[in-house]
């Protein structure tokens, strides 16, 4: 099963210069729930906005340069197809997409799950996430944020299964 997880503002934004653009830990603790014990595979450009590889996690970079310098516990991918074949290894696991816009847009058509945090916030930032077809797509979940001191945007949690 491969899925996409992501948060969003209100107009689709992602990321600003590489990191996100707002302070949330709820989606932050969502984010860690869901991924944790699972394979991640990012862009080389996400990858470089961590200061690490994502602890309790097999982390996979996708990237087509023959010569990409990773640490020795991440592992590399060519192309989308190998995020299939990775899949099918582990059919009884979620294979979780976590960014960035390219690879998106790349794994898209063949994801079996979305994961979105919507924030009904504006920010300004530089990299959107690209358009899904949610015709394609059913929510299978819904949870509505909490504002809080720590959460200070309005937010909600999204599931969907491809339909």
């Known amino acids: 099963m491969i899925a996409l997880i992501w948060a969003e503002d209100q107009n689709g934004l992602i990321g600003n210069q590489g990191q996100l653009p707002w302070h949330l830990p709820a989606d932050m603790q969502r984010f860690k729930a869901l991924t944790t014990g699972h394979h991640v595979v990012m862009g080389r450009k996400t990858f470089a906005g961590f200061?690490?590889?994502?602890?309790?996690?097999?982390?996979?970079?996708?990237?087509?340069?023959?010569?990409?310098?990773?640490?020795?516990?991440?592992?590399?991918?060519?192309?989308?197809?190998?995020?299939?074949?990775?899949?099918?290894?582990?059919?009884?696991?979620?294979i979780f997409v976590i960014g960035g816009a390219v690879v998106f847009a790349a794994v898209l058509p063949v994801a079996d799950y979305l994961y979105r945090t919507r924030i009904n916030a504006r920010f300004d930032g530089d990299t959107w996430m690209p358009a899904v077809d949610y015709t394609q797509w059913q929510l299978v979940s819904q949870q509505v944020g909490t504002v809080d001191e720590k959460n200070q945007y309005p937010y909600e949690f999204d599931d969907f299964r491809r339909r």
Do not use: C, F, G, Y
């Open 51 to 94: 200061k690490r590889p994502l602890p309790r996690r097999t982390n996979w970079v996708l990237s087509r340069q023959p010569d990409l310098k990773l640490p020795p516990e991440v592992h590399q991918l060519a192309d989308v197809a190998a995020i299939q074949t990775l899949a099918a290894a582990h059919p009884d696991e979620p």
